[in-house]
């Protein structure tokens, strides 16, 4: 879910996944774990984004653009 708007922040900050994992402690697996997962009440998930200085942030809008339901 998060995954991709992750590794873009890493990118543009010139960091490697290993970088962010190694100076957290945890392991390749959980890092990789969490950034994939919907549970945003991860804790994992919460110590990266912590980590980068990101939230997150939702925005809903209409499929068909009409508003009505």
């Known amino acids: 879910m998060l995954e991709k708007d992750i590794k873009i922040e890493l990118i543009k ?39 980068l200085d990101l939230k997150i942030s939702v925005t809903l809008e209409p499929k068909n653009g009409s508003g009505n339901i």
């Open 13 to 51: 900050r010139d960091l490697k996944p290993s970088d962010v994992y190694k100076a957290l402690g945890i392991g390749r697996a959980h890092f990789y774990q969490a950034i994939r997962s919907s549970n945003l009440n991860n804790k994992t998930l919460k110590k990266i984004l912590d980590y």
